[in-house]
């Protein structure tokens, strides 16, 4: 399953009314700004997101080397709640939506439930993940 979304990031936004806007149900208390500070990018930024189901489990830089590969970079926190604020419905399906560009330690955010939570995964990839990119 490879699926495209355009999204418009607001980079100004905090992580907290990011996670607002998502209309999520479930926040783990771990995903805060302090645990995933701001990007250091400003403004809105249209970005192109990839969803991408390797199917196998792989050490991080593998996985940087193969979405590398694509064309594609790993997507970031901002990212995964700027596409499910804009197509939550379309998420449905979709019961591990990683996005492995924000770390926390080893830790990275993901979505579940099909759309409605959000909460944090070890950074060694899973043959179980579904993968969160970008266009290069």
Known sequence: MNHSFTVKVLYDESLED????????????????????PSIKKGEITVELVIVDLKKKMKRPDLIKE?????LRLATLPELLALTRD???ELKDINRLV??????????AYLSGGGKSIAWCTKEWR?????LAAKL
């Open 18 to 37: 990011m996670l607002i806007a998502a209309k999520l149900t479930h926040i783990t208390p771990d995903i805060t700004s302090k645990n995933f500070p």
């Open 67 to 71: 979405l590398a590969a694509k064309g």
């Open 87 to 89: 197509y939550y419905d």
């Open 99 to 108: 996005a492995p560009g924000s770390l926390w330690g080893i830790k990275m």
């Open 127 to 131: 043959d179980w993940y579904t993968c």
